[in-house]
């Protein structure tokens, strides 16, 4: 068997002993493995003079720093995976803060998040999530289309464009003209809430 097939079917929390060992294949096979769970990571994060590129390098280094310090024998149980999501999400949110702080004039949307706060998986949390989703859903419903409004939902439950677009029965150009109009509306609608607020 191939060195490149043995990391394969490594698990990562075998593959994460081996990388912080100094093994380059078991790094490069983590990274590769987690590219595209990085880039579900960025989904619903919009900040003008950001883009999705910035967004999945910044989920990048958050991965490289789960990478360097997950403990197995520290992380309460917790699967490299679970670790690499907070850490992934905590450098995005870092980032898009920070860029907030930097251009006081930047307009910062989670689609997931309303307030845009990560929050540790606890049962009160999940609780206050559901509700926070709810009186978003509520919010975007008034200013988005039926059309648009289902194709954010989708995309905020971790759809691709492809999958949207064979759902809706719409094309791919169509499903992505209705998330950048939905962008401006949410926008829109974030500025307005900041200046009653």
Known sequence: M???KKQENRTDEELVVLARGG????????????KEFVSTCTRGFFLSGLDAEDLLQ??????????CDYK???GNGATF???AYLC??????DTVKRRCKEIPTAVCVSLFEWEGEAKEENPEDVVIAAETRQEFTKKISKVLSDYEFRVVMMYIDGMNYGEIAESTKKSVKSVDNAL????RKL???????????
């Open 88 to 93: 992934i999400r905590r450098q995005i949110i």
């Open 2 to 4: 191939s060195e490149e």
């Open 81 to 83: 995976k679970t670790f």
């Open 187 to 197: 926008l829109e609608l974030l500025k307005n809430e900041k200046q009653t607020a």
């Open 58 to 67: 910044e989920g990048m280094i958050g991965l490289f720093s789960a990478i």
């Open 72 to 74: 197995a024998e520290h």
């Open 180 to 183: 950048q109009r939905s962008k």
């Open 23 to 34: 093994d380059k294949g078991a790094m490069e096979t983590l990274l590769v493995r987690y």
